[in-house]
C-alpha cells in the first residue's frame, strides 16, 4: 500500500508517542491475557458507525426536556462523521497499525482482534464518541454529564489502541474533530432554537397591538 506524505509525516512525528502508548496497552495484554479483548471489543461496538450515539441522540430528542441535548448531540455526530469519513481518512490515508509495522501486527495478533478495514487517521469510533460526548457536556453543563462523557471517550480511545486498530495519534486527532463538532453543533442548534422563539413570539407582540380606533 503506497503512503501518502501526509500519512508519512504522521508515522514519523508521532512514532514515539504512539509507540510508547501502543508498548503499554500490548504489556496490559500479556498480564491479563485474553480476558481484557471481549470487553474493549464490546466497547468499541459502542462506537461502530457512531450507530449507539446515533440511537442515544434519538431517544434524547423524544423527550422534551432532553430535546436540545439530543438534538446537539445529533448534529454534532453527523458533522463529526463528514469531517472524518468523507474527507480525512480518505484525503490522508494513512494505513492501519497493523498493515505498516511487522510489530503493530504481532501485537494486534497476540490480541486476537477481529481484523478491520478502512484507514486509520482519525479514529471514527473516537470522533462519534467525543462528538456525543461533548455536545452531551454543552447541552447539560453539569458534573455528571462531564464525568461521564469523559469515562466513555478514555474507554472508547484506549479500547481502539489496545486492538491495534488505531494509532494514539489517530484517536487524539479524533477527539479533537469530533469536539470541534460538537462546539459548532452546540452554536447551531442554539441559534435555530434562538430563531425559533423569536418568530414565536414576534406575532404575540403584534397581536397585542391594539387597533386604533375609527373616528
Known sequence: METTLMAAWLNDAFAAFDTTILGALHAL??????????????????????????????????????????????????????????????????????????????????TGAAPEDGFSFPSGHMTAASAAMVALMLACRNWKAVLGGSLVMLGMGAARCYLVAHYPSDVLAGFLVGALAA?????????????????????????????RRRR
Open 29 to 110: 495484554a500479556e498480564c491479563g491475557g485474553f480476558a481484557l479483548t471481549p470487553l474493549f471489543e464490546a466497547v468499541s461496538f459502542v462506537g461502530e458507525k457512531g450507530a449507539c450515539f446515533f440511537a442515544l441522540a434519538i431517544v434524547l430528542m423524544a423527550f422534551r426536556r432532553t430535546r436540545r441535548a439530543g438534538a446537539v448531540m445529533f448534529v454534532a455526530i453527523c458533522l463529526g462523521a463528514l469531517a472524518t469519513n468523507i474527507v480525512l481518512k480518505d484525503l490522508i490515508a494513512r494505513p492501519r497499525p497493523f498493515e505498516s509495522s511487522a510489530l503493530f501486527l504481532d501485537w494486534w495478533r497476540f
Open 183 to 211: 462546539v459548532v453543533a452546540w452554536l447551531l442548534v442554539s441559534r435555530a432554537l434562538r430563531w425559533r422563539g423569536e418568530r414565536r413570539v414576534a406575532p404575540r407582540r403584534r397581536a397585542r397591538v391594539p387597533e
